[in-house]
């Protein structure tokens, strides 16, 4: 093999290496690859425009993405059952508790809770006093008891 053959050989190594497939994600039979699926999505800097997948926390399911074809991070599929078959055993918060905090501005100020996505824990915040959306509890206690993840249904991949 002559030198830019070989020069070639590892440059294309080096892209596939690089480009952010995900496929660690696919490795791992136990453990629900959260290190994975719950990084942002995130295109790079680059400007392929590759059809991808990306498990997306607050729809908390795997959606379509273009890829820019470099740097970017591992949530980052080929195919959507590739996405579904890395991030299907994410434990699943309740659709109100993925709202953001809705502080309300009518003066009378009270401690409430709300399930914060991103720290995946229920925080202090402290109300208007106005209706709040249905993500505010009364203490921590409740907040978590409603909001924390739960398990999804089991999916079989062959």
Do not use: H
Request: hydrophobic share 30%; charged share 20%; proline share 5%.
């Amino acid at each position: 093999m002559d030198f830019m053959t070989g020069i070639g050989v590892t440059l294309l190594w080096l892209f596939l290496l690089m480009s952010g497939r995900g496929v660690n994600a696919q490795s791992s039979p136990e453990g629900n690859n959260a290190d994975i699926c719950l990084q942002p999505q995130d295109e790079g800097p680059c400007r392929a425009l590759l059809r991808r997948y990306y498990y997306d926390r607050s729809t908390q399911s795997c959606r379509l993405f273009y890829y820019g074809g470099c740097e970017g991070n591992a949530n980052n599929f080929e195919t959507l059952e590739d996405c579904n078959e890395a991030c299907w055993r994410i434990e699943k918060v309740p659709r109100i508790c993925r709202l953001e905090v809705s502080k309300g501005q009518c003066g009378v100020r009270t401690g409430k809770y709300f399930f914060n996505l991103s720290s995946m824990t229920c925080e202090k915040f402290i109300s208007g006093g106005c209706p709040n959306n249905k993500n505010s509890f009364p203490d921590k206690d409740t907040c978590m008891a409603y909001c924390a993840p739960k398990k999804s249904p089991s999916y079989c991949y062959s």
